[in-house]
């Protein structure tokens, strides 16, 4: 036992605890911020862990300590079992690791018992867990217990059927054709108009804990009265001051006379619509003319009632239409529920709304579960949102009292994906509070065991001097680590600016900034392979997204560096994808050339040029001498067409041949089928496979876009037309990553999005594109604002935009009376939000680095000499004292050593060309724009195409498979060579050993007669005629390796004499005799035989090694003409150690029933061969010194021993 200084609330040194050794090693070397957290286990705890702080590690070590004696209160556990234990993770594979830390931490604590539990343990994400409390009250809740999960596509898909079957029932109603006139009908993608709107509202109500029960527009009136009428008076006050020009003064007037007219009308026809209808007549006042000292604050006034009557006008508008929008989206609910039901599914949002109604409306299972738990533990906190955290709050006993909450706010960076960081801030203000008076703790875990401490200072200075981390946690070191980077001859912190000077208000391209900055960074990274010796898949480019990934792969390629996208929702972007959907429309409608057959010809898969489709899309005429134009599936058909010397090119007439036989097969086999055979015949795979890193990438793609066909089409066996349908409506919902070959282990460039690298680390980082961007984030029409347990919606009308309110801007939701308050509110809590997730999504993507980051900024510069994006130059700001100039320089930022920023500035001219200067640290071809298509391009020479002669693999034969191909015996070895012509020897198929040569004294104490002569065997009183061998199979003329009745009995009874220690008694004798049909006359030849090994000399030495085997079974590989793999078993093997040794030896016996009226050199002889097969085994498992003792056990020699003839190899 060890004395352990632990206190169970807080981790304080107070009374001394007696735990077993073991324990106290899980405990040792923590840092005093994790031992906090590790030994609090009966209050709440708020953790604060920063980026590679080792959290999963803590958290591992909490769960067992809980079970560790001394962890409660007497000495005792503080858990019962582990299955008073609850830990939510962000991901299943997060669980995984989890559950396999607790596993060896448990075995190494001796907590063998607790271990086998692990399996069973509640460790999962939030929404398995739900699915785990549904399937245990399936029936109380009228739930089949077998229901399956869909996935995000599927429910996607089946949200948009029952999207647009709520449609159509609707149509023609005054809500729904007032909801088109205003949103109108979208594009088809589902992402605007009134489906846009069903989509977003539907999506919110998915992340809320009642449904759509749960949300509800602001509570704002539609009368515009009040609203007008001050618009009037800001007009009214304007139009009585003196103007000189009196033309703008009267057209003012005139507009204030309109306004006052609205004022008059009975307030029936004091409607939004009627006054949108006159704010869209009123101009407003000039500006220009309103300029003098006396007059321009009246003039912005008036400026500014304008503007928000039209806001609140343009939101007045368009609440009536919230009432028909909230039924459709009930109705659309209602229909996709119906779905599911019957398909016996859920989706992820039914979890967790289906486990809290339960929760409310059955005592019985909420009461089970609060106090089912006693340390609930919730990891990746910040990634969650109200409707979780209330989740799991009912579930950690009276006020939250078992809950401890381990996140990051600075990795906070799912928002999209419905994640609020707010409850993550909210749980801590409660914690805190409770802290104060001795109920809670929280701890903070500022520790990065990852990154070098240059990247944590970089880190610090970009995201937190920058203030683009509100409240920034700095991380300290891991003070052991150690690190062989180069420091001097390579930095660790680089800063790759790419700058760019508008021409007035003409800017640089995009497309040449982007190209720029990809070939900056893929200098860099050569660089770093070059001097340091990083291996390419040591490195990684995260970017913000992967839009200009095909630049930066292009640019890497130019430097050596291969490089592949592994990460983002890119799979159904993919152009390759894309030619696999064009295929399968062009073989479900062969006419539809525009999205089918042009795309595909087109394309990699036959790269076919003008000219080729030229040929296609003409004909001759039979009257006149001139072509004539026909469609190119037409031309696919009839072939090419005779114009003389201009004859089809190879790669056309190939092409022709597989579209025309995917054609032919089309209803025949499966669509998936056809597919599959037509993108092998033309050749695309291998070339791809060919083409290096990229190809294989590009490979993978293929296939499991193929692979989605079959998923999608073979199940309800759906014909071309409508798997092309639905593998087209799979795409457009379709979430998924690049796929990869099985196996692949890829020396390549890792391009992925920022966000699909959290939890990933690299040795070396470029961050790309992740400091805010020049574009304008989209408003969406339907926002929403979490105001305590209310979730709060506000609808705007196309093209809305909110105005400036100044001082009456709201701050928080007690501010906010008018519907133009709440949007107000509600766009600047989203701008806000975004701007700082932009923030951390930098903080991520930096913190992924291990020696070095490389940060590239891409910009353009204002007049000022700021830099546009406005992160961009907050960042810039941090880092750099003076603007850098172009080339490369150094600069600090807290670290040991400097950094190296390089500048290139590219510079717009009045041409339209582009002026780039790097400062001669970047070669000029990098900095030379590439040429536009079709620019005074020289026609190159086309790269050999690899065209397949796709009739000869029809042609090839069918070969067989058996389970049993290339693995042999030795007896079966025998009979094959015995079968062929000229028998040859096992020494011309094996490598086998020579036997030992045999000394005087050994030959006849084996019974070995000397050379010359050769007296008989002896014989029994009744010869035998059929000769036996090992396995008990009768012989013949050309084989006497074959099994007997009695010889497979024997065999049976000597095993059972190996394992059970002793002769078998009469009774089991009888019944294997019986068993193999021994006949009554064989029964006597049975018992003497049986007699004569038991009392045998070498059972005794058989017995007396350490370990005695009976029927051992070997199966181990060979190179041989007569297979790959051999297989037997040895009837009895004695060795004095479980497995081989050095200095160990083998003893092999084999029973022979039979050799009669053989002298004793000729039983030599006849078993030599299978002794030396037999030691070949035993040699190449690693027995150095082998004897094989072959045991006649129907003959005796003049002691009444059996004969046996040994064999020595070593």
């Known amino acids: 036992m060890s004395d352990i200084k632990l206190s169970t609330a807080e981790g304080r040194e107070e009374g001394t605890a007696q735990v077993p050794p073991e324990v106290a090693a899980l405990l040792k070397g923590l840092l005093p911020e994790q031992r906090r957290i590790v030994t609090t286990l009966d209050r709440p705890v708020f953790v604060a862990a920063g980026a590679g702080s080792g959290k999963t590690f803590t958290l591992t070590r909490r769960i067992v300590w809980a079970l560790c004696p001394g962890s409660g209160e007497g000495g005792r556990p503080f858990l019962d079992s582990l299955d008073q234990a609850l830990v939510i993770t962000f991901t299943e594979k997060a669980a995984g690791e989890i559950k396999e830390r607790v596993r060896s931490a448990l075995r190494q604590a001796g907590l063998g018992e607790e271990a086998l539990k692990v399996d069973s343990a509640w460790v999962s994400t939030i929404h398995h867990m739900c699915a785990r409390i549904l399937r245990a009250h399936a029936l109380d809740l009228g739930l089949d217990p077998e229901f399956a999960m869909i996935g995000e596509q599927e429910a996607r898909l089946l949200r948009s059927q029952a999207t647009e079957q709520a449609l159509r029932e609707q149509q023609g109603s005054a809500g729904l054709d007032a909801l088109y006139a205003e949103f109108g009908t979208g594009t088809g993608s589902g992402r ?163 486990t809290a109604r339960a929760f409310r409306e059955r005592a019985g299972i909420a009461d089970e579960y609060a106090h089912k738990f006693r340390l609930v533990m919730v990891d990746e906190f910040q990634d969650t949102n109200a409707q979780q955290v209330g989740m799991v709050k009912s579930l950690s006993g009276e006020g939250a009292c078992h809950l401890t909450t381990v996140g990051d706010a600075q990795q906070a960076i799912y928002g999209f994906r419905g994640a609020d960081v707010s409850v993550f801030e909210d749980r801590g203000e409660e914690v805190r509070e409770a802290a104060k008076q001795g109920r809670a703790a929280t701890v903070e875990l500022a520790y990065n065991f990852r990154s070098d401490d240059a990247i944590l200072r970089f880190v610090a200075r970009a995201c937190g001097s920058s203030g683009i981390v509100p409240r920034f946690m700095d991380l300290r070191p891991d003070p052991a680590r150690k690190s062989d980077w180069p420091e001097r001859r390579c930095p660790r912190v680089v800063v790759e600016l790419t700058r760019a000077h508008r021409l007035g208000v003409r800017a640089v391209p995009k497309e040449t900034r982007a190209r720029l900055a990809a070939a900056q960074l893929a200098d860099r990274l050569a660089r770093i392979r070059d001097d340091v010796g990083v291996e390419p898949r040591r490195m990684a480019v995260l970017m913000r997204s992967l839009t200009q990934a095909p630049v930066y792969i292009d640019a890497l390629r130019e430097r050596g560096l291969e490089s592949v996208v592994v990460g983002g929702s890119t799979f159904a972007q993919a152009s390759e994808v894309r030619v696999v959907e064009a295929l399968l429309r062009c073989l479900a409608c062969p006419q539809d050339t525009k999205s089918g057959l042009f795309g595909v010809l087109e394309s990699d898969m036959f790269e076919l040029d003008g000219n080729d489709m030229l040929m296609l899309a003409t004909r001759p005429q039979d009257v006149f001498d001139a072509p004539a134009k026909r469609r190119i599936n037409v031309g696919v058909r009839e072939g090419a067409p005779d114009f003389g010397n201009a004859a089809p090119s190879e790669r056309l007439s190939h092409a022709r041949r597989v579209i025309t036989r995917a054609w032919d097969r089309v209803g025949k086999i499966p669509v998936a089928d056809v597919l599959l055979m037509a993108i092998r015949e033309s050749g695309w795979l291998l070339r791809l496979e060919r083409g290096g890193v990229a190809g294989r990438a590009v490979a993978a793609n293929v296939l499991a876009a193929v692979r989605h066909v079959r998923e999608l089409s073979e199940p309800n066996q759906l014909d071309a037309i409508l798997a092309a349908d639905e593998f087209s409506r799979w795409l457009e919902a379709a979430k998924e990553g690049p796929a990869s070959l099985s196996g692949e282990g890829l020396n390549a460039v890792s391009l992925m999005t920022a966000h699909a690298s959290k939890g990933l680390e690299f040795d070396v980082v470029a961050v790309v594109g992740c400091c805010g961007s020049e574009s304008s984030h989209k408003v969406g029409r339907l926002l929403s604002l979490r105001d305590g347990a209310r979730e709060l919606l506000s609808l705007a009308p196309a093209g809305f935009k909110v105005p400036d309110l100044g001082e009456d801007a709201p701050a928080d939701a007690r501010d906010c009376d008018s519907a133009l308050e709440w949007r107000a509110l509600m766009e600047q809590t989203r701008t806000d939000a975004e701007s700082r997730e932009d923030g951390r999504l930098l903080y991520v993507a930096l913190t992924r680095a291990r020696e070095c980051v490389i940060l590239c900024l891409s910009a353009t510069e204002k007049k000022g000499g700021e830099l ?150 002896p014989s029994p009183r009744r010869a035998e005629t059929v000769l036996v061998d090992d396995d008990g199979e ?76 009976a029927e051992v079974p070997f199966f181990c590989g060979v190179s041989s003409p007569l297979g790959h793999d051999l297989e037997g078993a040895i009837d009895l093997l004695a060795t004095d150690a479980p497995v081989a040794r050095e200095d160990a030896s083998a003893l092999l016996v084999d029973y022979k029933t039979g050799d009669h009226g053989l002298t004793l050199g000729q039983i030599r002889e006849r078993h030599e061969m299978q002794a030396r097969f037999y030691a070949s085994v035993l040699r190449q498992q690693g027995w150095r010194h082998v004897t094989c003792a072959f045991v006649c056990v129907e003959l005796s020699d003049e002691l009444g021993q059996p004969v046996v003839t040994r064999y020595e190899f070593g």
């Open 192 to 354: 605007d108009g009134v489906p846009g709107l069903l989509a977003t509202l539907i999506s919110k109500a998915g992340s809320a804990e009642r449904g759509l029960e749960s949300l509800s527009f602001v509570e704002a009136g539609a009368d515009v009265s009040g609203t007008m009428a001050s618009l009037t008076l800001a007009y009214g006050a304007l139009c009585a001051c003196d103007l000189k020009h009196a033309d703008e003064l009267a057209r003012v007037r005139g507009e204030l006379a309109r306004l006052e007219e609205f004022g008059q009308l009975p307030p029936s026809q004091r409607t939004p619509q009627a006054a949108r209808e006159l704010l869209g007549s009123i101009k407003g006042p000039d500006g220009r003319k309103w300029r003098a000292k006396n007059v321009k604050d009246l003039w912005a006034e008036t400026k500014s009632s304008l503007e928000v009557a039209r806001g609140e006008v343009d939101l007045a508008c368009v609440m009536p239409l919230q009432e028909p929008l909230m039924a459709l989206a009930g109705r659309v609910e209602q229909l996709y529920a119906a779905a599911k039901r019957s398909r016996g599914v859920l989706d992820n949002d039914d979890l967790l709304q289906l």
């Open 1034 to 1109: 009768p012989a013949d003329a050309d084989d006497a390796d074959r099994a007997t009745c009695l010889g497979s009995a024997f065999h049976e009874l000597a095993r059972l004499m190996v394992e059970t220690g002793h002769a078998p008694g009469e009774r089991r004798v009888s019944v294997v005799a019986a068993s193999y049909g021994v006949s009554r006359r064989d029964r006597a030849r049975l018992d003497a035989a049986l007699a004569r090994w038991e009392r045998s000399d070498i059972r005794s030495e058989a017995l007396s090694h350490a370990c005695v085997r």
């Open 868 to 1017: 546009s994006p406005v992160m961009t130059q907050q960042v810039a700001g941090a880092l750099f004292g003076e603007r850098p100039v172009a080339g490369e320089g150094s600069f600090g930022y807290g670290g040991r050593a400097e950094g190296l920023v390089r500048c290139v500035d590219a510079s717009l001219l009045p041409d339209g060309s582009v002026e780039v200067e790097a400062g001669g640290t970047l070669d000029a071809s990098a900095l030379t724009p590439a040429p536009a298509a079709g620019e005074g391009a020289k026609e190159t020479s086309r790269e050999p195409f690899l065209v397949f002669d796709i009739d000869a693999e029809t042609r090839a034969p069918l070969g067989g498979w058996r389970p049993r191909q290339d693995v042999f015996s030795y007896s079966s070895a025998h009979a094959a060579l015995a079968a062929e012509a000229g028998a040859s020897s096992l020494d011309d198929v094996l490598e086998l050993p020579a036997c030992l040569p045999v000394s005087e004294a050994q030959r006849a104490r084996a019974g070995v007669v000397p050379a010359g002569e050769a007296p008989a065997a």
